[in-house]
Every structure is written in structure tokens, then in C-alpha cells.
């Protein structure tokens, strides 16, 4: 017989990014002080930086490591590995963990950290990427121009983001916030955004809100498609569309599944509220590379059969995006087909 | 049917003077291959020799030079051949979204011609279902998937390319992390398929097991050096798990 | 039969990490939040000290009279029979700690550095900068230079003289090291699931690739005929005989649920193992009775009292009893003649 798995659930995993003087631990402290009865483990970049009694807390120094021949998609943590390895041991001593990373930290290694190795893939649950946004100075980090080949750390820190608190607003004009809310949609138009004061965020926004969880895409702001800039030379980008009608499943799923498989290290998330025709039910999808989700949900009822859908990547076109996408489009003889299949 | 494809000889699938590019590196160079239906192939070589990269320059999901036919139609990188099935290897998947296993299965059921009309739910779910009975997964169906352990996650892999019944199918290290009773099974179910007429290609590092099961054996490094039975051509190289020596 | 319940066990609080030997038929075992105890068959576990760190590794002197301890945030030198500090050393992550076989100088790893002390607390040495955070260390067979496992292979390092360290390389985050006894060759469990071996008079590397999981633990048997490695669900045993396992096939001890997670060669007889496993077994091979590829069954199977991972299995002096230390905190002694 098949032996079975160990029984403890996988501990949830947070982790904040942010630029120097946004104002991460000010968010970390934040958590660590409020009253929401849980036991955090912190792994935090400078030792003594947070000064809480009860709390774990374990400092780290960026080690990344390639695990082979110099591709991306293996380039991990190794202190991470490390530090949660031994947290792994002390489980019965915390509830969730919360990782601080350097304001020059790129995400993309702190998250393939979670799936390349082993022992914390099985141990541990990404629950979400959390990016502190100074809203006065934000932008010209965003706008530096980086030497070819070299990654805007601020970028991508953006990019990879579930939330996004847009911190110090009360420092920064109307204007200034319009801009960097501008700049952020036109990166990740898919995360949500808090404008915050000493980062005050209600917690409950972002503790334990399974970023990949497909209800919660539901939830989110319809306003999240709404069409933005690009910034200048900028090669990360969130491309949202936002059509009426009805969507042929059977091309949907075969554009899909192509270009996820072609494009899925592009593109780090995609997820969707879709119409299919002949269905009064939402189709909800969700990807994250090439491993992707999609199931029909609650009626449509009343509500305008909108579609819905974002890309969050790399090098992606929108107009090649927005054209296969209506190239799913059912006609009559698509509605009739299916039709006839189901 | 199967036998006349075996007697004509007629290749389900020819690759001609293929190069497979991987971020402007040369992975595999030249490959001139022919495969017929029923075929159990393993593609072997050290890491890097190219395995991964010619099977997914056969799925269309990298970029190629040179002419590679599916049943006669050529095939272009990026376009998906509806009746080539692909299991990308476990270790390039994330297994922490808060998914059933089912659920990966029931996306093995787009870009499928015959099953992603089902956009009935019920259909497509039973498909899903039969699929993972096929790997002997049945009880996994509704077990989130950070709680499958490796060889489970490799079992919901496969089912979710065996939804589409596939012509041919490509497996990356599909027995990478399997115990040995799971690895049997697998080899089983792949072995039936290619009785059925399925032509199977796998990326292999077991090369005891692509001795012992396999009709075929490609050795690859950097091009094609070896091709034959795997009796013959896997003792010219090494014999799994070896320590080799590295020349640097 | 009489049967022992788990839960009439000692248990410790906290999960243990390692164990070592200590004065008579005592271990010392730390646990991962830091904690120093000691155990006994006749005691059972006594608390000693909390060092206020994750524990990482441990090493006691031959004379069982004072302990080296690693944590993340450092390490200590714990006085085991006046019970006190001798010094420590805080605000680094250390990984390994190693006595040399006289018990005059512990090697310790301390960040990116390799720090050497006496048995009262002086630092001696300090080397490095290496690559990455030190992963392991271990002395040489001459006593006198250590190997250094870090991001990029093994560096050898003397001790005694201020040479350039001789280095193995290999692209890759290093885990594990294992010296033969007779100081041919160095072996390295690695984080992409490899394990590599390197030939210490020549530049000859070996590797075996495409373990299912990163390989941690990596051993020589007393004999150094022998090496066992975990990293899949079967422990794999390489034969160094005469000229090396160079396209030698490894016997195979099959059946380990998540993997070999505790190894230990018997203290004298060549060719013994006890592994553990995932699931709380612990069993004992004689792995020369082996085929080359073909999985062996098992010399022995010890009676399990806890079905959590065997976090550490210590034989005793003589070879006719070992301690088992699960991850839940069962420990037990069981005598296997």
C-alpha cells in the first residue's frame, strides 16, 4: 500500500518587498505588534532591525544561488533555503512565516525558492508577494534606465506583487499618487493597491489571502483591466483585456494551453473571469507559467457578460495578446458546433 | 491498423535536419529521426545533452530549424499539434497552488479538440476521472496538490496528457522521483499504450529501466550519437546510476 | 511479547536536530531551537543548557567533556561537566562544528569563514572568505588540513601553514562532505541533487546526477571501501575499492519512505549500515551481501517506537546496541546482537 503524507499543513509564507525607505519595516513591525493572535517566524535582511520579544526572528544575507548552468528558472535562495530548513524543525512554534527582503532583492529567486527545492516545497505555502510603495519617490526608481541585460529591481518587485501598499501618502501630492498608481497599474495591473500611512493596512489584506486562490480573483475590483500606458523602454508589463461577448471554449482552451506552454517563463501570471457561449456559468481561470486552472463557477444572471483577463510578464504584445484572445470569439457556427457536441 | 502503420513502415513522425535553439545556444543540432506508431523510445544522455529541448521542439513549444512532419502535416514552433500529448518534467511545475489534483487533470482537457467542447463540466470531469484511474490515482483526486508526494504529482502529470489520448507522447524524466512499484506501473501503462499504437518518446535518466522496457534508445549529446536498440546502444555509455567522470 | 508504547518513551520538547557521543554510554543531542541535553539509557533526557539559537550541528571532544555547538546565530562552547560557557560567538550563521581526533582544536563554521579554537575558547585561525555561508566541515585524515564545503566546491585548507587552499570545483551549492579514511578521496551531497567525488591527489572529478531530492547526508564506512549516500527513496551505496566506483554499479538499500533521512556506518564492522527513514524505520544492511543495481533486503529491522522521520541513529562503542532519535522526540536504545 501507498504510504500517505505527513499530516501538517504546509505553513503559510508571506513575503515583503520593497525599495529602501518605503517603509517595509514599518509594515513588518505592524504585523508583528497587532493583535491578531497568530505566532510569526521572521527571516528578516539586517539583524535588529525589528526588536519584538516573543518573535522569532532569523536573519538572512541574500545568497542566490544557480543551480544549474546559469537558467533563470533555478536561480534560488540559498540562505532561505537555510534558515527555513532549520525553521521547518521548529514548526510547533509559529503559525506563518514572514520573509523581509533587501530593497534591492529580486523577487523571482525568493519565489522559484519555494518550488525548486524539495524539502520546502512540501513544508511550505507561498501565500503572497507583498510590495511597500513609497509614494513620493517611487517613480524615479521605477523610470531608471538600466544598463541592457541588467533588471530593474523596483520593476520587478512590482511585477511579481499580490498586494501593493502605496505607503507615505501623506507625504506625496494628489499628482505624485496618480503617477505612481499609474506606473504600478501599467506593470501589474492585477494587484491590488493600498494607499497607507505608516503602512496601515487592515492585515486581514494581507495575511492569509491565498493569492492564488480563484474566489478571490472574483472578488477583486473590476476596475483591474482598466487600460494603462506603457511605461517608457519598459519590457515587464501587465496587459489586461476587456471584452463583451462570448468566448468559443474550444479555441479559448487551445490558445490557452499553446500559448502558456510557449510563453510560460514570459509569463509569470495570467488569470481571467471568462464568458463562454452556451454556459450561464462564469468561467474562472487562473495560471501561474504554464500550470494553469480554469473552472465554471456562479451564474452570470443578470450582469453584463464581460470578459475579463490579464498577462503579467515579460515582452508581451498586446495587440498579438488582444488579437487571439478576440480570435476566440464564438461565431454562430462556433456556438452551433459546440452545440452540437455537448 | 497498427500492424499495416508497422509493415509500411510509415513514420508517424519524421524529424529532418533539426535544430533546437535555447536562448541563442545550439541545444541539439542535425537530428534525423524517423518514428512509427507503437514505438517505446527513450531519448538518453547526460543533463544538457538536449533531451528536454528536442521534446519540446517536437510538442511546438521552442523554437526550431529543419522540417518536422506529424502524420505528413509539417509542424511549426508554436503551433500546438492537437494529437501530440507533452508531460513536462514534475521539478518545472509549482506544486503550492491550492489545487485538487483533478483540477490539473481537467486542464489536460483544453486545447483538445474532442474534449474541450465538453464545456459541460460533468463530461469533462468524468474524462478527468477515467484519467486518473489510468495512473491508478483515483484516490489523489481530491487531495490538494502541496500534499501529493513527488510520484504522485508525477502520476496526476501523465494522467492529465492521457485525457487527450494522444498519438504521440512526450514525457520529460517521467520517472524522475518514483518508487519502484509507481515507476512499474507507469511502464506498464506506457508500455499498453504503445501496444495500442502510441507512439511513446521519454526523456529517461534510468537507462537500467530503458534496458529493460524500452524499444528504442536515442543518445543524445549535443547531437544524435547512438540509435538502436537499447541493449546495444546503453552499454556504450554508461549504465545508470554511475558515478562518470567529468572532464572539465 | 512485552511491546514498549511510544508515549511511555522519553520524548524530548523539541524536535532534535543531531546527537553525539559523550562521557560512558551518554549522548549529547541538540535540539532545532538550540537546546543542549543529554541522554542516557538509564537516565533518559536531562535538559543541560538553552543556547537561544536554531540549532544546526554539534560536536563533542573525545573526552565527552565539552561540547561544540552551531547555530544560526553562531556558536558556543559549552563546558559539559562544569556545566558553563566557555565562550561563544554570535551574529553569523554556522553550520558545522568538528573536533580533530586529539580533541586540542575545533573547527568551526562561521558565515563565510572557517574560525579554529582550543578547547578554552581562543581562537586560533580564522580563514575564508568563501563563496557562500560555510555548509560543512570536516578534518582530514593527517589532522591537519579541513575540508570546506561551499558554493562552488571544496576547498582544502591547512591548518598548521598559510597556503592557498586547494580547491575542488564544482558549480553548485554544496550540502555535505565525507573524507575517505584514507584521505583519496572527498565526496559532496548537493543541492541539485547530486553527489559529487573528487579524487584529492588529482584533479579526477566523478558525479552522479538526477537523484530525486537534494542529497544530504553522504557517509564512509570505517573501511573506506564503502560510501553510502541518501537523496532518493533508496540509499545508495558506492564501492571504493582498488580503483574507485568509476562506472561501478552501487548496491541499492531499497525502500525508504521519503528518503534515507539518518545514516550511520557501524563503528568497526565494514560494510554495516543502519538507515533511517521518513517513516520511523530504522533497519540494518550488510550491504557487501549486495548485488551491484539490484535493491538488497535488509540484515535486520529495529523495532520502531515512533512513526515520525529518524532524525539521528548513534551507534555505541562496541557496535552492539544503538540510540534512535526520532523527529517527535521518541529516543530509544536498542541492542542489536
New interface residues.
Partial sequence: MEQEEKVLGPIPVTVITGFLGSGKTTLLNRILTENHGMRIAVIENEFGEVGIDDALVLSSEEEIFEMNNGCICCTVRGDLIRILGNLIKRRDKFDRIVIETTGMADPAPVAQTFFVDDELRAACKLDAIITVVDAKHALQHLLEVKEEGVENESVEQIAFADRIVLNKTDIATPQEQADVIKAIKSLNAGATIYPAVNANVDLKELLDIGAFDLQRIMDTDPAFLTDTEHMHDQSVTSVGIEVEGALDIEKLNGWLGMLLGEKGTDIYRSKGILSIADSDERYVFHAVHMLFNGEFTTKWEDAPRVNRMIFIGKNLDRKELTDSFMACMATENSKKKSKVKV | MIAVNLLTKNPVLTLNGINVFRDQFCAVKNVNLDFEAGELVALSGRNGAGKSSLLLAIAGLTNFTGTLKFKESECHHGHHQPGIGYVPQRANLRWDLPMRAIDVVLTGTAGDHHLAGYKNKSKRVKLAWEALELVEGSHLGDRLLSTLSGGQAQRILIARSLVSKPEVLLLDEPLSGLDAPSSQRILDLLKQRANEGTLIIAAMHELDIVQGHFSRAVLLSGEVIADGAPTQVIPTLYVNPTLSEVTV | METLEATELEKMP??P?TMSHAKGDSAVILD??GGLGSWSPSIGYLKIADLDS???DLSVNPSGTVAAVAG??GFVLYDLVNEELITEHR?Q?S?SVAWNKDGSIVAVAF?KKVKLYTIDGTCIRTAGDFA??V?DLSWLPDQENIAVAS?GGVSIMSTVNDVEPMQK?F???LLCLAVSPAADWIVSGN??CS?Q?FKIKD????????F???VTDAQFDSSGLWLANNGA?EV?V?DFKGKG??????RIL??H??GGTALAWHPTKAGVIATGDG?GLVRIWDVAKGVP?K?MPPMKRIKSYSSSEVRFILWDSTGNNLVVCH?DGVIYQESIV
Fill in positions: 523539541v524536535s536536530v532545532a531551537d536554531g540549532g544546526t544560526s546565530d551574529g550563521w553550520s558565515g557562500s555561508t555548509m558554493f570545483e558549480v553548485g551549492s543541492q541539485d553527489l567525488v584533479s579526477t572529478r566523478l558525479e552522479m546526477q538526477g530525486p531530492r537534494k527513496d545508495t558506492w566506483p568509476k562506472g561501478r554499479a552501487p531499497p525502500k519512505v521519503y517513516a543495481e535493491p523527529a
